[in-house]
C-alpha cells in the first residue's frame, strides 16, 4: 500500500460560460468537490476576458475561502497586444505561483510556476530548460503518452507531474476563431458566438461521425478523455496529480468518482459508470497514454 | 544576394541543386529521420550526403540551413543532439529548432553556430521572441503563417532578430509545434514524428456520392467523378457543423504571398521561405525561379505584378491564397 | 482486390483482352530477366538509391496500367530485387498497386514529373500502403531516375522512351 496518493485538480474553464454559470460552478466546487487545487483563468481567448475577469476573481475569493489552492492560469495563444499585456501582468506576480501556457509569460518570470498543457514540452530536456526557470509543476501536453511521461519525471527529479484525465482534449489553437468563421463572422467582429456552446460545438465527418469541436479559436476533441489508468501505475509513472477541465457534466459526480478511484475503493469500469453519469459531451477516449491515436477508447466503457 | 534571401526546400541534394541554380539563397534540408518536419519515406539527407551538399553550395555562394525541428522524444534526445552535431561538424551555416532542450545543447555544444528559431516553436510575439534571443542566442525567427504583414511590421519594430516568412506552399492554419489534430486521427503529429495526415494513414475509396479521401478512416472529402482529389490534410478536410459541410478550418488551398513580398519587403523582412521539400526539383526550381526574378525585379525598382500567376498551376488543388498576410483571413 | 482489367484500345472490354494477357504472360520470363538486371544494374552503380529506400526496398508494389493487357510486380530490394509480370487479377499480395494510364505512371515515377499533380487530377489511383508509394517516388525523384532507366533505357534515351516503349507494346500486343 503506497502513502503517497493521487491530488486532484481542476483545469481552467476553457468554455465561454456565462458569468453568473462561473459562480455557481465554483461555488459548488469549492464546497462539494474532493480537489485539491483549482487553476482559474482566461487562457483561450484574450476577447472574453473583460465579461469574465470578476466572475473569475469572484471564484478565486470563494475556492481560498474554501481551502483550495488557487493558481491564475494565462493565455495559451496570446493575439492582440492587450494579449501580451495580460500575460506580462499575469508573469509580473513573482510571488505567486501561476500557470504559463504560452512561451512569451517566460520572458520576465523568475518567479515559481506550473508549465500549462498547451506549451509545446515533450521531454525532459525541455522540462529541465523551465525548471532552471522556476518551474516547479508540469501538466503534460495530451499528446504524451504515459512511458513519455514516466520517461520525464525520471529525468527531472522534484518536477510534480499533472495529467489530463477528464475532459476534452485541447488540440489546437489558430489565430482564426472556427466559431466566427462557421457563423459568418470575423475575429473581430465575432459577437462571443462562441457562448452559445458549453462544451464546444460538435464537428462531424461529412459521413456523420463525431470527431472534434471548435471552441473559439481553439479546437478540441469530441472525445473525452477518461484516464482509467490504475493508481499504482500512475504513480510508478510519476505523475502526482489527476486534472479534470470543466465541462457542464456534473464536474462534483467526476471529482468523487476520481477520488475514489486515486484511493482504490472503486475501480476503473465503476469509474467509468460514475463519469457516464455525469453527463460527459461525448464517448470516454484514452488514446494517447497508450501510446496509439487520441481517439481510440479509453480501456473500461 | 538581393535585398530579401530567398530560402528554399530541398528534400534530397538533387533538388537543392535544382534550388540553388534556379537563384536561391539559401536551401533548408533535413536528415534522413524524425529530427525533421518532412519525415516522409524515401526524402531528406544522410549525413554524407549533407556533407557533400554542404560543400556544393558553398562553392557556389549559397547556404545550408539543416532542419532539425521536431520536439526530441522523452528518453531519446540523443537523436536530436546528433543531427545537431551532424550540421556542425558538416559546416552548415544554420540549424533550425524548436525544442528547449535542444536549442539548449546548441547553445553549449556548439556556440559558434547559428541558430534560426523554426515556426514550430511558436513564437509570434516580440516577448516570445525576446525569450528565445536571450536565452539561447537565436538570431533569426521564422514567422508562423498566422500573422498579417502589418502585424509583421509591427512585430519588427520590436524585435531585434533578424525575421523569416513564408511566401509560397502548404498553408498551415494552426499554431505550429503545438497542433495535435493529426495524432488525435493517426498516432503520429508534426510535433513528435515529423508528419502531418502521415501517409500510411490515407485512403482513398469509390463510392456512390464519389471518391472519399479518409485519414485514419475518418472521411475527409468527397469528390465527383473528374473533380481534382486533395491529400486528406486534416485542417483541410470538410466537416458538418450543425449539419451545415464546409472547409471549417481552411479551404484546401495553398500560400502565394508574391502579391504582398513588396510589404514584407519594405517591413523589413530578411528571408522569404518557400515551402515544399517533399515537391520535388520540378516543383523548387520553378518556384525559386519566379522569386528570383521577383525580388530582382523589386530591386531594381520595377512593378512585379506580372509575376503573380507565374505559380498558379502548382498550387494544390488549384488553388492559392495570400494567407493571413492580409487581415481579412482571421 | 481489384479487379481494374484492361481496356481495349477502344475503351470496351472484349474477348480478345484475356487472349492478349494470356499470350504476354507466356513470354514473361525474358522480359522479366530484361527488367530484373537493369533493377541490379542500377543496384551496383547506385548504392545510395536503395539505402534512400531503408525499409521499403522490401515492399512489392504492383504497377497497374490501365491500358496494357499486364502488370508489373517491383520489389526494389536492390541486387535481390525482382520485377515481375503479372495478370491484372493476380492475387499474390503487394504492399501496394497503383493504377492508371501507363504514360501517367511513368509520369507518376518520373523524376522529371510532379506526382502530386497526377495524383489530385485523379489519374493515378492508389490503394494499400500509400507509404511504399511515396518512398517509391521519393528516392526515384531524388536519384534522378525513372522508371525508364529501370527498364534499361538510359539516360540519353529518356526523351524517346515513350516512342521506345509505345514501339514495345504494340510488338508484344501483335505477338
Redesign the interface.
Known amino acids: 500500500m503506497t502513502e503517497i496518493s493521487l491530488q486532484l485538480t481542476v483545469g481552467p474553464l476553457l468554455f465561454n460560460w456565462a458569468p453568473e454559470r462561473i459562480r455557481d460552478f465554483y461555488g459548488r466546487i469549492a464546497d462539494q468537490a474532493p480537489v485539491d487545487r483549482v487553476y482559474i483563468g482566461e487562457v483561450v481567448c484574450g476577447k472574453r476576458a473583460p465579461l469574465l475577469d470578476h466572475a473569475f476573481s469572484d471564484a478565486a475569493e470563494r475556492l481560498e475561502a474554501a481551502g483550495k489552492q488557487v493558481v491564475w492560469s494565462g493565455l495559451g ?2 493575439a492582440l497586444r492587450r494579449d ?1 499585456k495580460a ?2 501582468a499575469l508573469s509580473a506576480d513573482q510571488e505567486s505561483l501561476i500557470e504559463i501556457n ?7 518570470r523568475s518567479g515559481p510556476f506550473v508549465a500549462g498543457p ?9 522540462a ?3 525548471m532552471s526557470r522556476g518551474c516547479v509543476r508540469l501538466c503534460a ?4 503518452s504515459l ?6 519525471a ?2 527531472c527529479p522534484g518536477l510534480e507531474i499533472e495529467l489530463f484525465a477528464f475532459g476534452r ?10 466559431h466566427a ?2 457563423h459568418g463572422l ?3 467582429n465575432c459577437q462571443f458566438v462562441c457562448d452559445r456552446d458549453l462544451d464546444g ?9 463525431d ?2 469541436a ?1 471552441n473559439g479559436v481553439q ?1 478540441l ?1 469530441h472525445g473525452v478523455q477518461l484516464a482509467d489508468i490504475p493508481p499504482s501505475e500512475l504513480l510508478r509513472a510519476g505523475v502526482t496529480a489527476l486534472r479534470l477541465s470543466p465541462h457542464t457534466a456534473d464536474m462534483v459526480a467526476v471529482a468523487r468518482g476520481f477520488r475514489a478511484f486515486a484511493d482504490g475503493r472503486i475501480d476503473a469500469v465503476e469509474l467509468a459508470a460514475q463519469a457516464r453519469a455525469a453527463g460527459p459531451p461525448g464517448p470516454f477516449v484514452g ?2 497514454l497508450r ?5 481510440q477508447p479509453a480501456g473500461a466503457q | 544576394m538581393g535585398s530579401i534571401e530567398l530560402v528554399c526546400p530541398a528534400g534530397s541534394p538533387a533538388m537543392l541543386r535544382a534550388a540553388v541554380e534556379a537563384g536561391a539563397d539559401s536551401v533548408y534540408c533535413g536528415l534522413r529521420d524524425d529530427t525533421n518536419a518532412r519525415n516522409f519515406p524515401g526524402l531528406n539527407f544522410s549525413p554524407a550526403e549533407l556533407s557533400d551538399s554542404v560543400k556544393w553550395a558553398h562553392d557556389r555562394g549559397a547556404k545550408v540551413l539543416l532542419a532539425v525541428n521536431t520536439f526530441a522524444r522523452a528518453g531519446a534526445s540523443d537523436r536530436w543532439r546528433a543531427s545537431i552535431d551532424a550540421a556542425a561538424g558538416t559546416g552548415a551555416d544554420a540549424v533550425i529548432v524548436a525544442d528547449l532542450g535542444v536549442l539548449a545543447h546548441a547553445r553549449d555544444a556548439w556556440p559558434d553556430l547559428r541558430l534560426h528559431l523554426s515556426v514550430q516553436a511558436a513564437a509570434g510575439s516580440p516577448e516570445a521572441i525576446a525569450f528565445y534571443a536571450r536565452a539561447y542566442g537565436v538570431r533569426r525567427v521564422v514567422l508562423p503563417r498566422v500573422l498579417s504583414v502589418e502585424e509583421i511590421a509591427a512585430l519588427m519594430r520590436e524585435i531585434e532578430v533578424e525575421t523569416e516568412a513564408f511566401v509560397y506552399g502548404g498553408l498551415c492554419v494552426m499554431a505550429e509545434g503545438r497542433c495535435a489534430l493529426s495524432s488525435y486521427a493517426t498516432g503520429r503529429s508534426p510535433n513528435l514524428d515529423g508528419v502531418c495526415s502521415p501517409p500510411e494513414a490515407v485512403t482513398y475509396t469509390e463510392e456512390e456520392g464519389g471518391m472519399v479521401s479518409r485519414l485514419g478512416g475518418l472521411a475527409l472529402d468527397r469528390y465527383a467523378s473528374g473533380e481534382p482529389a486533395g491529400y486528406p490534410t486534416l485542417c483541410k478536410g470538410r466537416f458538418a457543423v450543425d449539419g451545415a459541410l464546409s472547409y471549417l478550418f481552411e479551404d484546401p488551398v495553398s500560400l502565394n504571398a508574391m502579391s504582398v513580398l513588396a510589404a514584407l519587403r519594405r517591413a523589413g523582412v530578411t528571408a522569404v521561405k518557400v515551402e515544399g521539400r517533399q515537391r520535388g526539383k520540378a516543383y523548387v526550381a520553378r518556384v525559386a525561379a519566379a522569386f528570383r526574378a521577383a525580388i530582382d525585379a523589386l530591386d531594381a525598382g520595377e512593378d512585379i505584378a506580372r509575376f503573380e500567376p507565374l505559380l498558379a498551376d502548382l498550387a494544390e488543388g488549384g488553388r492559392q491564397t495570400s494567407g493571413a498576410y492580409r487581415k481579412t483571413w482571421r | 482486390m481489384h479487379r481494374d482489367g484492361w481496356r481495349g484500345r477502344d475503351g470496351s472490354r472484349h474477348v480478345g483482352r484475356d487472349m492478349a494477357a494470356g499470350a504476354l504472360m507466356l513470354m514473361r520470363h525474358p522480359v522479366e530477366f530484361l527488367l530484373s538486371r537493369a533493377l541490379h544494374r542500377i543496384a551496383v552503380r547506385r548504392p545510395d538509391v536503395f539505402e534512400r529506400l531503408g525499409p521499403w526496398r522490401e515492399a512489392a508494389i504492383v504497377v497497374a496500367p490501365s491500358d496494357f493487357p499486364v502488370c508489373f510486380r517491383l520489389r526494389p530490394d536492390g541486387v535481390h530485387g525482382t520485377v515481375r509480370v503479372i495478370r491484372h487479377d493476380d492475387p499474390t499480395p503487394s504492399a501496394a498497386r497503383v493504377t492508371g494510364a501507363l504514360a501517367t505512371l511513368l509520369a507518376l515515377f518520373d523524376g522529371d514529373g510532379d506526382a502530386d499533380a497526377a495524383f489530385f487530377s485523379r489519374r493515378v489511383r492508389i490503394a494499400g500502403d500509400t507509404a511504399a508509394v511515396v518512398a517509391m517516388h521519393n528516392t526515384l525523384e531524388a536519384a534522378d531516375l525513372s522508371l525508364a532507366d529501370i527498364l534499361g533505357v538510359g539516360f540519353r534515351l529518356r526523351g524517346p522512351v515513350n516512342r521506345g516503349l509505345g514501339r514495345l507494346r504494340r510488338r508484344m500486343a501483335r505477338s
Not at chain 1, 498547451?118 to 525541455?126: C, G, K, M, P, R
Not at chain 1, 512511458?147 to 520525464?152: C, E, H, N, R, Y
Open positions: 495563444l496570446p501580451r500575460i506580462a504560452d512561451v512569451s509569460a517566460l520572458l520576465e498547451l506549451l509545446n514540452v515533450y521531454n525532459e530536456a525541455a529541465r530548460e523551465l501536453n495530451v499528446e504524451l512511458a513519455a511521461v514516466s520517461a520525464i525520471a529525468g482534449l485541447p488540440l489546437a489553437l489558430s489565430g482564426r476563431c472556427y468563421r462557421h470575423h475575429k473581430d460545438l460538435d464537428i462531424r465527418t461529412l459521413d456523420g461521425r470527431f472534434l471548435v479546437t476533441s488514446g494517447y501510446g496509439v491515436a487520441g481517439l
